[in-house]
Nanobody
Framework: QVQLVESGGGLVQPGGSLRLSCAAS????????MRWYRQAAGKERELVAA????????VYAASVRGRFTISRNNAKNAVYLQMNSLKPEDTAVYYC??????????WGQGTQVTVSS
C-alpha cells in the first residue's frame, strides 16, 4: 500500500509559478514510477508528466513541455511538479499517481490549481 498526499496548489496569476509536492508513505517509494495528472472541469483526466522509478525516463504532455518540470527525491519519498509560466488553461485538479504493477497503482486526493487574474 502507498498513501499519497498532494500539496502546493492554489490561486496564481497568469505567468506565475507553483510547485506541487506529493508525499508518499507506506511502501518502497523508489520502486514506483511516478506521474502527475490533471483534470479540468468537464474534461477527462490527462497525463501531465511522468518519471520512471530510476528517474532516467521522463515524459511531458506537449502542452506543458518547457514550462513544467517533474522531479523526485527517493530519500524523502516525494515527487514534485514545478510549474512555470502558468496559463489559465492549466487550471485543474492535479493528482499524483504511484504505479508499479496493475495491482500496485495508487492515486492521491488531488490539489486544486487555479490560474486567473
Amino acid at each position: 500500500q502507498v498513501q499519497l498526499v498532494e500539496s502546493g496548489g492554489g490561486l496564481v496569476q497568469p505567468g506565475g509559478s507553483l510547485r506541487l509536492s506529493c508525499a508518499a508513505s507506506g511502501s518502497i517509494f523508489s520502486t514506483y514510477d511516478m506521474r502527475w495528472y490533471r483534470q479540468a472541469a468537464g474534461k477527462e483526466r490527462e497525463l501531465v508528466a511522468a518519471m520512471s522509478r530510476t528517474g532516467r525516463d521522463i515524459v511531458y504532455a506537449a502542452s506543458v513541455r518547457g514550462r513544467f518540470t517533474i522531479s523526485r527525491n527517493n530519500a524523502k519519498n516525494a515527487v514534485y511538479l514545478q510549474m512555470n509560466s502558468l496559463k489559465p488553461e492549466d487550471t485543474a485538479v492535479y493528482y499524483c499517481r504511484a504505479l508499479q504493477t496493475v495491482t500496485r497503482d495508487y492515486w492521491g486526493q488531488g490539489t486544486q490549481v487555479t490560474v486567473s487574474s
